[in-house]
């Protein structure tokens, strides 16, 4: 059993900055990757970033030079920072592990509000 507890959410004026936090904890007896999606209302889920434990990181385009995503190996932790953030950066951000074993599995988080408003 693995659960993602996230953190961090909440209102940020345009240009402002927040960062946010997922804690895995469980079986995590392989390696594992992480990141972060969103999702806007009315809108399908989107991949933000996501991070190998080698430390090799990718960010949507959308984000690039405003968001870095981090890792803490030894705490299973996965870091999202958001800089100059925009209103269409609002929307639900959901914290994703997803396992480099033969199974492959997937694991969420509950999903943390952002809300970019002035």
């Known amino acids: 059993q693995v659960h993602l507890m996230e953190s961090g959410g909440g209102l940020v004026q345009p240009g402002g900055s927040l960062g946010l936090s997922c804690a895995a904890r469980?079986?995590?007896?392989?390696?594992?990757?992480m990141g972060w999606f969103r999702q806007a209302s009315g809108n399908e889920r989107e991949l933000v970033a996501f991070?190998?434990?080698?430390?090799?990181?990718a960010v949507g385009d959308a984000m690039k030079g405003r968001f870095t995503i981090a890792r803490d190996n030894a705490n299973n932790t996965v870091y999202l920072q958001m800089t100059n953030l925009k209103p269409e950066d609002t929307g639900v951000y959901y914290c994703?592990?997803?396992?480099?074993?033969?199974?492959?599995?997937?694991?969420w988080g509950q999903g943390t509000q952002v809300t970019v408003s002035s």
């Open positions: 994703k592990l997803k396992m480099t074993d033969r199974d492959r599995t997937e694991y």
């Open positions: 469980g079986n995590l007896f392989a390696p594992f990757t």
């Open positions: 991070i190998l434990e080698s430390g090799t990181s």
